[in-house]
């Protein structure tokens, strides 16, 4: 019973099975959060861009193209499943003269769990769902 406790084969490989698990765990969750930043970057961007267009010219199918074409052009996929500008991209006017513009997107995940684990994907925890919106004064022709 004592040589066999002390048997020594095997056990590199054992310990690369623990580390190496966690490794790929944090590099993949690591990966994640990159896109998930830079998907979080190009919906700031098409809020921005979006509502300034509509606080300037006033046309609402201008905006909401406007924020498409930035996703787009930031190489995130505007399928019907996950982006559609009318249901995604909000506009409200308040009384006091200024514009609200506020979009949603849902990006897949690809690291089981992690959205739960910050708090997101409670209808659907394969994906993340983020939400970025601009207020501007609405500009008088």
């Known amino acids: 019973m004592r040589g066999v406790l002390r048997e020594e084969r095997g056990s590199a ?6 580390v190496g698990g966690l490794l790929i ?3 993949l969750g690591a990966l994640q ?5 830079g998907t979080i970057q190009a919906l700031e961007q098409g809020a921005r861009e979006g509502g300034r267009y509509y606080a300037i ?4 199918a201008g905006a909401r193209a406007k924020v498409e074409q930035i996703l787009v052009n930031s190489s995130l996929s505007v399928a019907a ?10 506009i409200s006017q308040g ?3 200024y514009i609200t513009l506020t979009a949603r997107y ?13 708090g997101q994907g409670q209808n659907d925890p394969g ?7 601009a207020t501007f004064r609405r500009e008088t022709p």
């Open 106 to 118: 849902s990006q897949p995940n690809f690291v089981p769990g992690l959205p739960r684990l910050f």
């Open 13 to 18: 490989l054992l310990e690369f099975a623990l």
């Open 81 to 90: 499943s996950r982006f559609d500008r009318n249901r995604d991209i909000t």
């Open 127 to 133: 994906q993340w769902t983020f939400t970025a919106s």
């Open 95 to 97: 009384a006091d003269g």
């Open 33 to 37: 959060w990159a896109i998930n930043i």
């Open 57 to 60: 010219t006033g046309d609402e």
């Open 25 to 27: 765990g944090l590099t």
